[in-house]
C-alpha cells in the first residue's frame, strides 16, 4: 500500500495500479438502525461508531480508497430536515471519521450527491448550485478527505457547477461520476438525456482528474458503459461503482442478487474494458469487495 501523500490517486493509475473502491453506504446504513426519512448525515454526529464501523469494515476487506457518509450533505438537501445550518459541521464530521478508518495508507474520497434542483427548470441560479458545492468541498478537505467523488449525477450543467467548485477552492482531486440506464434503443443514457461520451468530454472539459459511472447497473453492464467512456477519453482514469446486480423486491425488502463471486468476476471485465477503479454501489457489502479486492489483486499478479 502506498501511503496517500507520497502520490495523488491519477498519478498511481497512470502508472498501471488498479485501485479497489468500497461498497454501499445507504443500504449499510439502513441495516443499521436508519429509518427511511431520517437524514443519514446526521449519523456523523448522533451515531459516529456506527459510520466508523461502515468504513473500517471496508477497509478491512481490502478497500484502497474509502467514501464518506456526506452524498447528500449540501445545503439544499439539508434544507429538508432543518439542517442546513449544520453543513460545515457535518461534512467535516463525515471526512474525519472516513480519515480514522483508512488511516495514512489508504484515500478517503468524500462522497458529493446532487442538489435535487434543476437548473433547467430555474429551481436555482448557477451561483448558488456553485457555492452549495463550493461549501461542501471545503467542509470535507478541512475534514482530511484526498479526493470528492462527485457522483450519482445526470445533468451536465450541474456536474459541471460541481466539478468547477471543487476544483477552484480546494486542493482535492476530483472524480465525477453519472448514472446511465439502457433504453428501449440499447443506449446508454442518464434520466437527462446524457450519453458516457458526453459525460466524459464535458467533466473532463470541466476539470475532473478522473470520471466513470455508479448505480443503476450491476457489474456485468458497467464493461459496456466503460467502452463509450473510454472511446471519448483515451487517458483520462475511470471508477465504476457498481450494484450488487438490479434489486428484486421480496416481500417489500429490495434484495440485490449478485453474489460477491458474481460481482468479482464481473469485475475483470470491466478492468478489462478500460477502468481503473472498481467498487460497489447499492446492494454490495464487505463481502462483494473483499472478492473484488482478491480478484483484481491476482490479475495483476499474473502480469
Excluded at 166 to 171: D, F, I, L, V, Y
Aim: hydrophobic share 40%; charged share 20%; glycine share 10%.
Amino acid at each position: 500500500m502506498v501511503p496517500r501523500d507520497m502520490h495523488k490517486i491519477s498519478n498511481q493509475l497512470k502508472n498501471g495500479r488498479i485501485l479497489v473502491s468500497d461498497g454501499a453506504w445507504g443500504t449499510f446504513l439502513q441495516k443499521q438502525g436508519l429509518k427511511p426519512g431520517d437524514c443519514p448525515e446526521l449519523w456523523n454526529s448522533t451515531h459516529r461508531s456506527n459510520v466508523l464501523a461502515i468504513a473500517t469494515s471496508y477497509v478491512n476487506a481490502g478497500a484502497d480508497m474509502i467514501e464518506t457518509n456526506s452524498f447528500g450533505c449540501n445545503r439544499f438537501k439539508l434544507e429538508h430536515f432543518g439542517l442546513s445550518g449544520q453543513v460545515e459541521e457535518l461534512n467535516i464530521a463525515a471526512a474525519e471519521i472516513s480519515r480514522e478508518a483508512a488511516g495514512p495508507d489508504r484515500y478517503v474520497i468524500a462522497s458529493i450527491g446532487p442538489t435535487g434542483k434543476l437548473l433547467l427548470m430555474e429551481d436555482v441560479t448557477e451561483q448558488e448550485i456553485y457555492n452549495a458545492f463550493k461549501q461542501q468541498a471545503m467542509s470535507l478537505e478541512k475534514g482530511g478527505a484526498d479526493a470528492c467523488c462527485i457522483e450519482t449525477f445526470a445533468a451536465i450543467d450541474e456536474a459541471t457547477q460541481a466539478v468547477k467548485a471543487a476544483k477552484e477552492n480546494t486542493g482535492l482531486e476530483i472524480i465525477c461520476t453519472f448514472t446511465f440506464e439502457k433504453t428501449i434503443q440499447g443506449e446508454f443514457r442518464t434520466m437527462m438525456g446524457v450519453s458516457p461520451a458526453q459525460m466524459a468530454k464535458s467533466m473532463v472539459n470541466a476539470g475532473a482528474d478522473i470520471v466513470g459511472t455508479n448505480c443503476g447497473n450491476g457489474m456485468k453492464n458497467m464493461a459496456e458503459i466503460v467502452r463509450e467512456i473510454r472511446s471519448a477519453t483515451q487517458s483520462t482514469p475511470i471508477l465504476v461503482h457498481a450494484n450488487a446486480g438490479m434489486p428484486k423486491n421480496i416481500n417489500g425488502i429490495d434484495i440485490f442478487p449478485e453474489t460477491p463471486e458474481e460481482m468479482a468476476e464481473n469485475a475483470l471485465a470491466v478492468v478489462n474494458a478500460g477502468a481503473n477503479i472498481i467498487g460497489g454501489c447499492c446492494g454490495t457489502t464487505p463481502e462483494h469487495i473483499s472478492a473484488i479486492a482478491r480478484a483484481v489483486r491476482n490479475l495483476g499478479s499474473s502480469k
